[in-house]
């Protein structure tokens, strides 16, 4: 008869090797979990979660519903896609890991006043930055995790910073988040609006990529200009499909190149909506839009042109937590905004 003990039902079967945030959830790529500061200044990449939800705004069904839906998930899904990769790009020789060293922050908790919630998560990537790390957030629904992130990189005082939105939609709407009901917020639509008059942000350094759709107002463009961006700033579809007869790739490094001049640092987020329905089948709705292809490598172009120097943060918004295909594209789009950061040092 066999010494070894029976194991009950209720006994796990699987001991995971990695760190882990809680349970079963492990850290982005298995990175250390940085339960302190001592093991946050060990590394140069913060991961942070916001798993802040929004109200859907209208009975809105199919899969665009699906950026609001369950979002509060995405951030331990987006982990658990996440651990298959590594950081090796055999296409640039680069290997991502070699050169940045991720540290995993977990989830920061939601509460349920947005004055407090925008006072977390700007205390959080300030204790990022003040630790030499580059930040890394991924939400939830965009609000929080783009005005509350840009406000502490904006703000410190080496020079102005410019901000590249990779977006379908122009979420400009007129309003102050003070001005909400609680329990209705209506961050999805307002404020790629406001964070144009945050300390620090240059609006003339805005950048819009891959607007377009009936979504869209009549006002959207009379909207940004008000707050001083630049219409040739915005690239809709028509924009991308002449960088397309011209040659992307060499639109591509010349809009990264542009974007840079004059900035002192560049900050890049992303909602996931502004790849075309082609790239993103298992979420998007919107057709006419940039493919995977060469949203990731405006991506790595700008982060080339960036360089460590430069280079400020990168910022997911509004992933369905089971697009896991999306999470593929969004991870290579970490890596390659990271290979190009890398690369510039060379």
């Known amino acids: 008869m066999s010494n070894t ?43 942070l979660g916001i798993p802040w939800r929004a109200p859907t705004p209208d009975t809105r ?37 070699d050169q940045f060293h991720f540290v995993d922050r977990g989830d920061l908790p939601i509460p349920g006043d947005m004055g407090q919630l925008l006072d977390a998560v700007e205390a959080e990537v300030n204790a990022m930055l003040d630790a030499g790390c580059y930040p890394v957030t991924i939400g939830g629904n965009s609000g929080p995790s783009t005005y509350g992130v840009l406000k502490p990189i904006a703000a410190r005082p080496n020079g102005s910073t410019a901000v590249v939105n990779f977006d379908a939609h122009h979420d400009n709407q007129i309003g102050e988040w003070a001005e909400d009901d ?17 300390e620090g942000v240059d609006p003339e350094k805005y950048y819009h990529v891959g607007l377009r759709g009936p979504r869209n107002d009549r006002d959207t463009f009379a909207r940004f200009q008000d707050r001083g961006v630049k219409r040739e700033n915005i690239f809709t579809y028509r924009e991308i499909k002449a960088a397309r007869r011209s040659g992307f790739d060499e639109w591509a490094e010349a809009t990264a190149a542009e974007i840079v001049d004059g900035a002192d640092k560049v900050w890049m987020t992303i909602d996931p909506d502004v790849f075309d329905v082609s790239s993103n089948p298992d979420f998007g709705d919107e057709p006419l839009g940039p493919r995977a292809e060469e949203i990731i490598e405006l991506a790595y172009q700008v982060g080339r042109a960036a360089g460590p120097q430069k280079f400020a943060g990168f910022s997911i918004s509004a992933t369905p937590y089971d697009a896991q295909t999306l999470h593929g594209i969004l991870i290579y789009m970490l890596l390659y905004t990271l290979a190009g950061v890398a690369s510039a040092s060379e």
């Open 5 to 47: 003990p029976r194991r009950k039902p209720s006994d796990p079967i699987l001991e995971m090797k990695i760190p882990r945030v809680y349970g079963s959830t492990p850290t982005l790529f298995g990175s250390p979990f940085a339960s302190s500061t001592e093991i946050l200044k060990e590394g140069n990449i913060a991961f």
């Open 61 to 97: 069904i199919g899969r665009s519903g699906a950026n609001y839906e369950g979002t509060l998930l995405t951030p331990s899904a987006f982990r658990a896609s996440a651990i298959k990769y590594g950081g090796y790009l055999p296409e640039l020789d680069v290997d991502v890991f």
């Open 182 to 198: 609680p329990t209705m917020p209506r961050w999805g639509s307002t404020w790629a609006r406001q964070i144009l008059t945050l």
